[in-house]
């Protein structure tokens, strides 16, 4: 089973505001956007997430070769007991997913 960061360019997450992050897949090539969009199942990444398939967003960009997710915090970025203030962690999750 191959892992998502090696068919990848990229993957990164960042805030999408205070209350939602959102993880970009780069895929570089048609090729592995193809192969990515076809092993990524939104319900996968939901359950990867811990989010309800209905709230998880999915954006297959294919004039870019990019797949983007996005999907609510869960907690208010700034909160106390938020520990990513900038959302940066949550792309090692999808990275790592094996297909």
């Known amino acids: 089973m191959t892992?998502?960061?090696?068919?990848?360019?990229?993957?990164r997450s960042k805030n999408a505001g205070p209350?939602?992050?959102?993880?970009?897949?780069f895929c570089g090539t048609p090729e592995a956007f193809a192969r990515l969009r076809e092993g990524l199942k939104t319900e996968t990444v939901a359950a990867l997430y811990h989010q309800p398939t209905q709230l998880l967003?999915?954006?297959?960009?294919?004039d870019l070769n990019v797949i983007k997710f996005s999907f609510?915090?869960?907690?208010?970025?700034?909160?106390?007991?938020?520990?990513?203030?900038?959302?940066?962690?949550?792309?090692?999750?999808?990275?790592?997913?094996?297909?």
């Open 72 to 99: 609510p915090r869960p907690v208010i970025q700034g909160h106390r007991s938020d520990r990513d203030m900038h959302g940066a962690q949550w792309a090692t999750l999808l990275a790592e997913m094996r297909l």
């Open 57 to 62: 967003k999915r954006f297959d960009i294919a």
């Open 3 to 11: 892992q998502v960061s090696e068919i990848a360019y990229k993957v």
């Open 19 to 25: 209350f939602w992050v959102t993880v970009d897949i």
